[in-house]
Each structure stands twice: as structure tokens, then as C-alpha cells.
């Protein structure tokens, strides 16, 4: 039982901080553009420097 009050405040502990780093990066603007990222690995880019 004594386990119980040291594991569900830390679990708690640990969800709030991953809801915090998700509203963060959502500030931060780190899901503005999910198409662009996919589509620019398909971008045949040559190299212009030889």
C-alpha cells in the first residue's frame, strides 16, 4: 500500500509533464506542417557542388 503512494503521485508527476512538452511543442509550432516534411523526402535534390 505504501508503494501506491509513492507511484501514483510520480505517475501523475509524469503525465503532467508530457502534457506540458505536447502544449509546448504545439506553441512552438513544431506541428504547423505535417505535408510539407512528408512530401520534401521525395524531393529529388542534385547536388550542385562538384
Known sequence: ????????????LMGAAGLAAFFWAMRSGQYEDMDGAAARILIDEEDTEQ
Open 1 to 12: 500500500m505504501t508503494n501506491l503512494a509513492f507511484l501514483i503521485p510520480i505517475a501523475l
